[in-house]
Structure formats: structure tokens, C-alpha cells
């Protein structure tokens, strides 16, 4: 009897589960429903930048291993390949600090930001032994600060990291941009890259990335410093060039500016829309760069506790260079630069704290060598747009067959 009833009410309960719908799975459907609504929301939410991908980048790549195009994925993350961003920023600033932060956020980049430092508090018995006479406050500060930021690299033992000054801006393709640097960047430190002819260009459509091991880095290994954000960098006499032909994000040559007005840049020597790496010397604005953990050790070494006598991307530059007998160390850079400063509009007396204030009014901002500018379209970004403002739009038509 009792097997009977057991049976019977088994048979019950089978029918039940197959003719209704039970409360968990009701519950699981809705959940699936819900994450699919969510992602399908945030892939299509219209404060974040969409970044189409640059086809004729794409296709002058060359040949790149499965190994190759994994590490590579890491510079789709939020910290664009490295292990931390860090942006250096005075606490009053809040301008900067509220530009910096929606930048960030539009682009699904993740930026942790270290205070920056006021000079007057930067006592003398903290300097190091090598140091100009009676520094100014400001370069006391600027130092100090990137030294701490230098500082947090090593105590953290980061692998690498991103300095930023919180002024900085970028390209809403930045990404795309970045994965050409690195691929420039291995190719620039690979031991099978040709050595001894000063001035060796390698075009990266006819390079191959054969590895079969994936580096630590998405750019390489064995540098110290990558130089991604600056007024302008001359290429090291003898340093091998790899070229990168036919990047949408690079203005035509007439329109890069550096720090000097008067100055050729050296991009006049290549196919429009080219962009190249290299080993730099000349490097002026210390706006963005990269540090391993080994090289943030050295800078650390060198700038925080020998010497103070320049302002800091000049000893950055000297580091690099082997000058004053530090070196040389091993650093990449790239033209055009792929970070720099805005320039926002109005008062003009904001636009540095190291120096003494220029009054005037700007009646629009802008941001130089970058054409497709986060800060200059952050009104369509936010809007969700994405027809973006071109700074510097191509002045000669291509020719077409």
C-alpha cells in the first residue's frame, strides 16, 4: 500500500514538473532574461565610447601568431594592457580630477589617482644630494610626486604601470592605437631585429610575429620605459624604425605640433598617416609613460634618491639617454605622441601649476595631435553619438584607381 502511494504521488509529482513551470526555474529564466537585458544595456549604453576598429591598421599588420594576438587581447582591458594606471593630480584640482574621471569612465579605462604634491611642503633635508640650489616649489612638487607614484610601482610590485598627468587626453580609438605600439614594440626589442645599419626601417606589414609564448607584456619585454605621452621626442641616432603605415588616428604631419614651434617633425619623412616607434631621444613633457617594475626601480634609485637637477621629464629624458652616468636603459617611444594634454576653454590661467599663470580666455579647447579627441567629443559621448568631431581632417584627397 505504502509502495503503491509512493509510486502514485511520484507520478504526480513528475506530471506537475512537466505540465507547470516550478518557482526555480521561473526564477532561473527571469535571471538569464535580466543578464542578457543588463549586457545588451551596457554594450549599448551611450557613456561609453565605441571604438570601431581600424581596418587598414588591421590588415597592415603582418603575419601574428595565436600566442601573439592572445597577449595582445590585454590591451582591451581597463587598464589598457598594464597592470595599473595612475594619475598624478593636485587635490584642489578638482577640474582636472572631475575631466580625468569622466574620460576614464567613458573609455572603460580604470585610473586610481595619487595626490600631487605642493613644493612648499617638500622639506630641504628630503632632497636628494644632487640638486639645483634652492629649488622652486613647483619643480619640488612635480618631483615629488612622480617620484611617489614611482614609489607606489615598487611597493606594490606592479609588473608595469601607466603614469598619467591628470590633464591628459587620448583618442576614442586608443585602444586600436596602442595594440600597433606594441606590435612596434616587440618588433623594436626582438633579438632577431636587424642591428648595426643606423636607421634600419622595419615596416610592420612585412614583419611576423612567429612566438609561441605569449610575453609578460603585451609590449614586450625588456624595456624600461614606454613614452606614450609627450610634447615631442626626436628618434635616437642609429635606432631601428618600425613604421606603421596607414593609421586612421594620425593627422597628416603638417598638423603635429611639439613644445618647439620652429621644430621639423620627423614624421615629414614618412607616408601620410604613418606612425612609428622607436628608441627616442630630445624627449620633452613627461604628459603619459610606462614603467616595468624593474625600471621603476632604477627611476627610483635615480630620481629619488640621487638627483634633482631638472625639472622631471628632462630627467626622465637624461635617463633614458645614459646621461650624467645613469644608463643608457632601454625606452620606447612613438610619434605621434598618443597621449596630451587638453586645453580646455576659458580662463587660460589653469592650464599648468608649474609656472607662473597666463592670463587670458580661450574661446574653444582643444587637445594637439590627437584627431578623434575624448575631451573634444565628451558632449556626442555622453549623448551616445558617435559621428566624432575630427580635429585634424585629411586636406588631400587619396587617389583612387
Same mark, same amino acid.
Given at each position: 500500500?505504502v509502495?503503491?502511494?509512493v509510486?502514485?504521488?511520484?507520478?504526480?509529482?513528475?506530471?506537475?514538473l512537466f505540465?507547470q513551470p516550478?518557482?526555480?526555474?521561473?526564477?532561473a529564466f527571469?535571471?538569464?532574461?535580466?543578464?542578457?537585458?543588463?549586457l545588451f544595456?551596457?554594450?549599448?549604453s551611450?557613456?561609453?565610447v565605441?571604438?570601431?576598429?581600424l581596418?587598414?591598421?588591421?590588415?597592415?599588420?603582418?603575419?601574428?601568431?595565436?600566442?601573439?594576438?592572445?597577449?595582445?587581447?590585454a590591451?582591451?582591458?581597463?587598464?589598457?594592457?598594464f597592470?595599473?594606471?595612475?594619475?598624478?593630480?593636485l587635490?584642489?584640482?578638482?577640474d582636472?580630477? =572631475?575631466? *580625468?574621471?569622466l574620460?576614464a569612465?567613458?573609455?572603460?579605462? &580604470?585610473?586610481?589617482f595619487?595626490n600631487? $604634491?605642493?613644493? #612648499?611642503?617638500v622639506l630641504?633635508?628630503?632632497?636628494?644630494?644632487?640638486h639645483?640650489?634652492?629649488?622652486?616649489?613647483?619643480?619640488?612638487?612635480s618631483?615629488?610626486a612622480?617620484?611617489?607614484a614611482?614609489?607606489?610601482?615598487?611597493?606594490?610590485n606592479?609588473?608595469t604601470a601607466?603614469?598619467?598627468e591628470?590633464?591628459?587626453?587620448?583618442?576614442?580609438?586608443?585602444r586600436?592605437v596602442?595594440?600597433?605600439?606594441?606590435?612596434?614594440s616587440?618588433a623594436?626589442?626582438?633579438?632577431s631585429?636587424?642591428q648595426?645599419?643606423?636607421?634600419?626601417?622595419?615596416?610592420?606589414s612585412?614583419?611576423?610575429f612567429p612566438?609561441?609564448?605569449a610575453?609578460?607584456?603585451?609590449?614586450g619585454?625588456?624595456? =624600461?620605459? *614606454?613614452?606614450l605621452?609627450?610634447c615631442?621626442?626626436q628618434i &635616437?641616432r642609429?635606432?631601428n624604425?618600425? $613604421?606603421?603605415? #596607414?593609421?586612421?588616428?594620425?593627422?597628416e604631419?603638417q598638423?603635429?605640433?611639439?613644445?618647439?614651434a620652429?621644430e621639423?617633425?620627423?614624421?615629414?619623412?614618412?607616408?601620410?598617416?604613418?606612425?612609428?616607434v622607436?628608441?627616442?631621444e630630445?624627449c620633452?613633457c613627461?604628459?603619459?609613460?610606462?614603467?616595468?617594475?624593474?625600471?621603476a626601480?632604477?627611476l627610483?634609485?635615480?630620481?629619488?634618491?640621487?638627483?634633482l637637477?631638472a625639472?622631471?621629464?628632462?630627467?626622465?629624458?637624461?635617463w633614458?639617454?645614459g646621461q650624467?652616468?645613469d644608463?643608457?636603459?632601454?625606452?620606447?617611444?612613438?610619434?605621434?605622441t598618443?597621449?596630451?594634454?587638453h586645453?580646455?576653454?576659458?580662463?587660460?590661467?589653469g592650464d599648468?601649476?608649474?609656472?607662473?599663470?597666463?592670463?587670458?580666455?580661450?574661446?574653444?579647447?582643444?587637445?594637439q595631435?590627437?584627431?578623434?579627441?575624448?575631451?573634444?567629443?565628451?558632449?556626442?559621448?555622453?549623448?551616445?553619438?558617435?559621428?566624432?568631431?575630427?580635429?585634424?581632417s585629411?586636406?588631400v584627397e587619396?587617389?583612387v584607381?
Amino acid at each position: 500500500m505504502v509502495q503503491g502511494f509512493v509510486s502514485q504521488s511520484l507520478m504526480a509529482s513528475m506530471s506537475r514538473l512537466f505540465t507547470q513551470p516550478s518557482r526555480v526555474a521561473v526564477i532561473a529564466f527571469a535571471s538569464f532574461i535580466g543578464f542578457l537585458l543588463l549586457l545588451f544595456g551596457y554594450r549599448n549604453s551611450p557613456t561609453n565610447v565605441r571604438s570601431p576598429s581600424l581596418a587598414p591598421s588591421d590588415s597592415g599588420r603582418g603575419t601574428i601568431s595565436a600566442a601573439r594576438q592572445k597577449s595582445l587581447g590585454a590591451i582591451q582591458n581597463t587598464t589598457l594592457g598594464f597592470e595599473k594606471i595612475l594619475a598624478i593630480n593636485l587635490p584642489e584640482r578638482t577640474d582636472y580630477r =572631475d575631466g *580625468l574621471a569622466l574620460a576614464a569612465a567613458v573609455s572603460n579605462i &580604470q585610473v586610481e589617482f595619487i595626490n600631487g $604634491v605642493h613644493g #612648499d611642503t617638500v622639506l630641504d633635508k628630503v632632497l636628494p644630494p644632487k640638486h639645483v640650489e634652492n629649488p622652486e616649489a613647483a619643480l619640488r612638487g612635480s618631483w615629488r610626486a612622480h617620484v611617489n607614484a614611482l614609489r607606489s610601482v615598487v611597493e606594490h610590485n606592479w609588473t608595469t604601470a601607466l603614469i598619467f598627468e591628470a590633464d591628459v587626453d587620448w583618442d576614442v580609438r586608443v585602444r586600436d592605437v596602442l595594440t600597433n605600439v606594441a606590435l612596434g614594440s616587440v618588433a623594436l626589442l626582438s633579438p632577431s631585429s636587424p642591428q648595426g645599419v643606423e636607421d634600419q626601417q622595419l615596416h610592420l606589414s612585412r614583419l611576423s610575429f612567429p612566438v609561441t609564448e605569449a610575453p609578460l607584456s603585451p609590449y614586450g619585454d625588456g624595456w =624600461d620605459v *614606454l613614452w606614450l605621452g609627450h610634447c615631442g621626442m626626436q628618434i &635616437q641616432r642609429g635606432s631601428n624604425i618600425v $613604421v606603421i603605415e #596607414d593609421e586612421d588616428t594620425v593627422p597628416e604631419a603638417q598638423f603635429v605640433r611639439t613644445w618647439d614651434a620652429d621644430e621639423r617633425s620627423p614624421l615629414e619623412e614618412y607616408p601620410a598617416h604613418s606612425r612609428i616607434v622607436f628608441q627616442p631621444e630630445g624627449c620633452v613633457c613627461s604628459i603619459g609613460y610606462a614603467v616595468t617594475q624593474g625600471g621603476a626601480r632604477k627611476l627610483l634609485n635615480s630620481l629619488g634618491l640621487h638627483r634633482l637637477n631638472a625639472p622631471v621629464d628632462i630627467m626622465l629624458r637624461e635617463w633614458c639617454e645614459g646621461q650624467d652616468g645613469d644608463g643608457p636603459h632601454v625606452c620606447v617611444g612613438t610619434l605621434p605622441t598618443v597621449f596630451a594634454s587638453h586645453r580646455p576653454a576659458g580662463s587660460t590661467a589653469g592650464d599648468s601649476d608649474m609656472g607662473t599663470p597666463s592670463e587670458g580666455f580661450r574661446d574653444r579647447g582643444f587637445t594637439q595631435n590627437i584627431r578623434w579627441s575624448v575631451r573634444m567629443n565628451m558632449d556626442k559621448i555622453v549623448r551616445g553619438d558617435t559621428d566624432y568631431e575630427d580635429q585634424f581632417s585629411d586636406t588631400v584627397e587619396e587617389l583612387v584607381d
